[in-house]
């Protein structure tokens, strides 16, 4: 599917899907750079500020399991483009609120959009691949990182405070292209002839990839909010040079994301998975155990290049199970993934009190390891070569 050609609609297709995970990782981005903000502005001491991200964990998870069957019921088009909508539009009233209770109530909105959204653009991205569309997940994820760089210069570097502001003219620039783009989603209602099976959920090989992704995303998590305050311990630089190790681990990720779908269509799941997981495992050792701060950024850049496609490979092949339907599919290893991006830092900072951040981070290597070993479960098959 790699080489299909798209027709002008087609590419108008795939821009505005490209365009909601890009939403995701603008807005997710957004919202993470001004949490030091929120916890002045209402004076929360870490214990309280503990407690928003929990019920915003919650709201996610809790819509994320109901974001599969109302896809089922309405078609991911429509409702995708509800949560899309409404993610940024909560991250305008949570910097608006007049008092602590409509705060709270923003940050279970914000939550419950992105765990909705978190499914249903993958719904979007998997309808793609049925209907004839090149094989994207891999860009599509990439969309998402860049939004992430996107949401980080305009809320973590450019400029400071006036969030009301920016989250306004954050929200109407989406709008503005969501109402060029968004008629051109896929329209896949079903009209509910599949249910939901909570047997489905037994499924040895779905359980797996439930596993594989929470790993994964509690990797990607623990870099997040680990990998600078390492760099600045080890190698006592500011804050700003000891951001450098997350910006080189996404920018590498991006990169990796980008090109993964041909890369996979050239050399199979299984082989992208064993090298992902083997690159990853590589990088996190470099980080960890190269003395000089350029071969840190390094590693940190190839742990990036490592993680990049194991997120949309284990989507697209939970996706793709002829044993348990699309929705059930997708829907768990989201809540899988989300739940590990979630628990990922307090795992590692609880490790870390004990034996200390740089052997906690030990734990990367061992996912790489696991991953790798996991990939004799995915196909082999290439491109226009299917399993036999």
């Given at each position: 599917?790699?080489?299909?050609?798209?027709?002008?609609?087609?590419?108008?297709?795939?821009?505005?899907?490209?365009?909601?995970?890009?939403?995701?990782?603008?807005?997710?981005?957004?919202w993470?750079?001004?949490?030091?903000?929120?916890?002045?502005a209402?004076?929360?001491?870490?214990?309280?500020?503990?407690?928003?991200?929990?019920?915003?964990?919650?709201?996610?998870?809790?819509?994320?399991?109901l974001?599969?069957?109302?896809?089922?019921?309405?078609?991911?088009?429509?409702?995708?483009?509800?949560?899309?909508?409404?993610?940024?539009?909560?991250?305008?009233?949570?910097?608006?609120?007049?008092?602590?209770?409509t705060?709270?109530c923003?940050?279970?909105?914000?939550?419950?959009?992105?765990?909705?959204?978190?499914?249903?653009?993958?719904?979007?991205?998997?309808?793609?691949?049925?209907?004839?569309?090149?094989?994207?997940?891999?860009f599509?994820?990439?969309?998402s990182?860049?939004?992430?760089?996107?949401?980080?210069?305009?809320?973590?570097?450019?400029?400071?405070?006036?969030?009301?502001?920016?989250?306004?003219?954050?929200?109407?620039?989406?709008?503005i292209?969501?109402?060029?783009?968004?008629?051109h989603?896929?329209?896949?209602?079903?009209?509910?002839?599949?249910?939901?099976?909570?047997?489905?959920?037994?499924?040895?090989?779905?359980?797996?990839?439930?596993?594989?992704?929470?790993l994964?995303?509690?990797?990607?998590?623990?870099i997040?909010?680990?990998?600078?305050?390492?760099?600045?311990?080890?190698?006592?630089?500011t804050?700003?040079?000891?951001?450098?190790?997350?910006?080189?681990?996404?920018?590498?990720?991006?990169?990796?994301?980008i090109?993964?779908?041909?890369?996979?269509?050239?050399?199979?799941?299984?082989?992208?998975?064993?090298i992902?997981?083997?690159?990853?495992?590589?990088?996190?050792?470099?980080?960890?155990?190269?003395?000089s701060?350029?071969?840190?950024?390094?590693?940190?850049?190839?742990?990036?290049?490592?993680?990049?496609n194991?997120?949309?490979?284990?989507f697209?092949?939970?996706?793709?199970?002829?044993?348990?339907s699309?929705?059930?599919?997708?829907?768990?290893?989201?809540?899988?993934?989300?739940?590990?991006?979630?628990?990922?830092?307090?795992?590692?900072?609880?490790?870390?009190?004990?034996?200390?951040?740089?052997?906690?981070?030990?734990?990367?290597?061992?996912?790489?390891?696991?991953?790798?070993?996991?990939?004799?479960?995915?196909?082999?098959?290439?491109?226009?070569?299917?399993?036999?």
């Amino acid at each position: 599917m790699g080489g299909v050609h798209t027709n002008p609609g087609k590419k108008l297709t795939i821009t505005a899907v490209a365009f909601q995970f890009f939403i995701n990782g603008l807005v997710l981005a957004a919202w993470a750079t001004s949490i030091p903000h929120v916890k002045n502005a209402y004076s929360f001491n870490d214990a309280e500020l503990g407690v928003v991200l929990l019920i915003m964990a919650a709201g996610a998870l809790l819509f994320m399991s109901l974001a599969g069957y109302f896809s089922h019921v309405f078609g991911s088009r429509r409702m995708s483009i509800q949560s899309a909508l409404l993610f940024p539009s909560a991250l305008v009233l949570i910097f608006a609120a007049p008092n602590c209770m409509t705060f709270l109530c923003s940050i279970v909105l914000f939550g419950a959009a992105n765990g909705a959204m978190d499914v249903l653009m993958n719904h979007q991205a998997k309808a793609l691949e049925e209907n004839g569309f090149p094989r994207i997940m891999a860009f599509l994820h990439g969309c998402s990182s860049t939004g992430i760089l996107a949401g980080i210069m305009t809320f973590g570097v450019i400029g400071d405070g006036h969030y009301v502001a920016r989250s306004v003219t954050l929200l109407t620039g989406i709008l503005i292209v969501a109402r060029w783009l968004f008629p051109h989603l896929l329209d896949d209602v079903r009209s509910g002839e599949q249910r939901l099976a909570i047997g489905e959920l037994r499924n040895c090989k779905l359980l797996m990839f439930g596993i594989l992704s929470f790993l994964t995303m509690v990797t990607d998590g623990a870099i997040a909010e680990w990998s600078k305050l390492y760099l600045i311990r080890v190698e006592q630089v500011t804050d700003q040079v000891g951001s450098l190790g997350y910006v080189a681990f996404t920018l590498l990720m991006i990169a990796g994301r980008i090109s993964g779908d041909r890369v996979k269509d050239a050399i199979g799941c299984r082989a992208l998975i064993a090298i992902s997981g083997s690159l990853a495992s590589a990088g996190m050792t470099t980080a960890l155990f190269m003395p000089s701060f350029a071969g840190k950024l390094a590693g940190f850049a190839l742990l990036g290049l490592g993680m990049a496609n194991l997120v949309p490979i284990i989507f697209s092949e939970a996706a793709s199970m002829n044993t348990v339907s699309k929705t059930v599919g997708l829907t768990f290893v989201s809540v899988c993934g989300y739940s590990g991006f979630l628990v990922g830092p307090p795992i590692i900072g609880r490790i870390a009190e004990a034996v200390g951040l740089g052997r906690a981070l030990l734990f990367i290597i061992a996912v790489g390891v696991i991953v790798a070993c996991a990939s004799v479960f995915f196909d082999r098959h290439r491109s226009g070569q299917p399993e036999p």
